[in-house]
């Protein structure tokens, strides 16, 4: 059984059609990347993976652990070891970052039918974690992504992401905006993250990224659809030559369906 | 469609609403008389007067235009206050450590249920009866010199009917550590019980004080019977005297709550004011401040959280009468269910006081499509060089953020609850004092639905 099975795909938003039959498949320990031009639905991929609900999948369906996913609430998604970075991750004014992690992750482990972690445990736990983003531990005790530098926040969700422990992450566009020394943290950390029992879908624009988390496959996403998948050399082969003559095969794709 | 409470009747009253009020003036006039200057005497009367022509605020007029108080003005009324009713165990929940607390129940100051507390020498804190008795000279400059009545209904009845309340004064220079303490509460029964507490809290030149008004109801009688008080506070802050004060309004949903708090500062005084609502069916809290010497600074802060069919308005005014004087006022709002917010923030700034820096903010959160809230921010500004803001916003909760937090594990009634927390949060953080503080946060978990999954998370 594969970790993540999406078949035939299809996502809309207010009747306009953003994903058309996407298939992808996604095994335990691999990392795939997702590249694509803005607009192409990368962030809606991901953001429908979640279970955002304003997006309508009107036709295919996606299989988590061999489980369907279509009924699931986001947080039942969370719980079963699905993790989401965010592209823009949101400011919470007045819940303290690591309180707000410490309840995550005991609603995670409730789940599980493990036990809630007490409070020692849990500072000792989230500080090991806290060195594989080399975060300042001030952040842990701000508001979650209160007043955050853009670099700040993306840590803050690789941070997450360990400390939630998920089987799936995806990250969507976690390098955008980071320079080469945020980019490296950023990196690293995941680097640190990839296990036998892991797998990552690493959602991005640029190529740079990839260099630094090598990924086993990579797909291209243009107008809905995956148009070309490949190896790592795929990544290299897009930077050099962009998107333009993949996005005359996605218009061959559909006429030849139509 | 009705506007506030359900018990709301359209039957005519059967006698005039201010009759009974008239009554309560006779005999209230005639036992202070001898204990009173005559200016009081006369000030009663005349308020009485005012009030018979006014009678009860109607829709018509633009103050009261989205208040109706026709609820108070068709109950029947006693003025027994059956005081004697409540004992300790009614008011152990609202006693607040390490204060001087004065407990008023229904308007009567209660001296066994009180704990004073030693204070520095000169300090007085009483009840506003024995103040008249003991202080004349400290009370006679003050009361009844800055609440003006000659428009407002309810105080002309507070300053017609007022027997007691509580008296401070902080002489020159001195800094009182211990908060004080004004606790009120109210014991309702089958009439409406009404009270007019009277404080006035006075702080002379340099000095420095905590004030905390609660209001709140007997345990026991949460189910039984309505109360009516409408308490005018009057705050006079002397040059440098720096005066942090608290309102705490979190009585039965019967309850009628129509109060007016009128603050005056002089030259360079500081003054902080949150004023937090929960409770009451029918609140109103008219806050008046006067800037009237240069260099002052006024922060008026709220918070309001209302369900069912709560109805809570808050009407602002502050006069920026001298030159380089701040105002800050940030009031927050959570509605649910069928309530109802008003908040109507006045700022005048007269000719002359240049370089005013006013700021006002009006925050929402409609938590149910069926809450409502009227905000009107208004400016009249006199004078040429001054810096004045006013906003106001009615939202929801962000979906993104709900998404968001949905997305790390959290369920969505807890992720709800912790955004309504953490739009609260800005006031809960500005409260200084530990207990206020502490019965606020509470009262979020117990209110919010998976309160303690937000208890652990913040």
Redesign the interface.
Known sequence: MSLLEIKNLHVSVEDAEILNGVDLTVEKGQVHAIMGPNGSGKSTLA?VL???D?YEVTQGEILFKGEDLAEA???E???EGL??A?QY??E?????NV??????????RK?RGQEEMDAMDFLNYVREKMSLVKMDEALLNR?VNEGFSGGEKKRNEIF?MAV?DPVLAVLDETDSGLDIDALKIVADGVNSLRSEGRAFLVITHYQRLLNYIVPDVVHVLVDGKIVRSGGKELALELEDKGYGWLEGKAKEQVAAHA | MPEVASSVSTKRPAVDPRAPYREAFERVSCSRAEHEPGRIGSLRSEAIGRFEELGFPTKRLEEWRSTDVRPIAQSSITFEASAGLVTESDVADYRYPDTCELVLVNGVYRPELSRLADLPEGVVVSSLVEAWSEHPDLVEPHLGCHAKFESHAFVALNTALHENGVFVFVPRGVVVETPIHVLHIGRGAAQAVASFPRNLFVAEESSQCRVIEQYATAEASQTAGSTFVAPVTEIILAPSAVVDHYKLQRESTDAFHMATFQIYLERASNFTSQSISWGGGLVRNDVNAVLAGEGCEATLNGLYMVEGRQLVDNHMRVDHVAAHCDSHELFKGILEGHARAIFSGRIFVHKGAQKTDAKQTNRNLLLSPTALVNSNPQLEIFADDVRCTHGSTVGQL????V??????????E??KS??T??????I??RIKDKSVRRDLEEFLFRRLPRGE?VR???
């Open positions: 953001q979640a279970g955002r304003t609430a986001p947080e998604r969370a719980r993790f989401l965010f991750p949101v919470i004014p007045g819940v303290s309180y707000f992690l410490k309840a995550a992750l005991n609603a995670i789940h508001p997450h939630l | 962000d979906e993104l953020a998404f968001y937090l949905r997305s790390r594990g959290i369920g969505e807890a992720a912790l955004l927390y953490a739009f609260a949060a800005d809960v953080q999954v652990q998370a913040v």
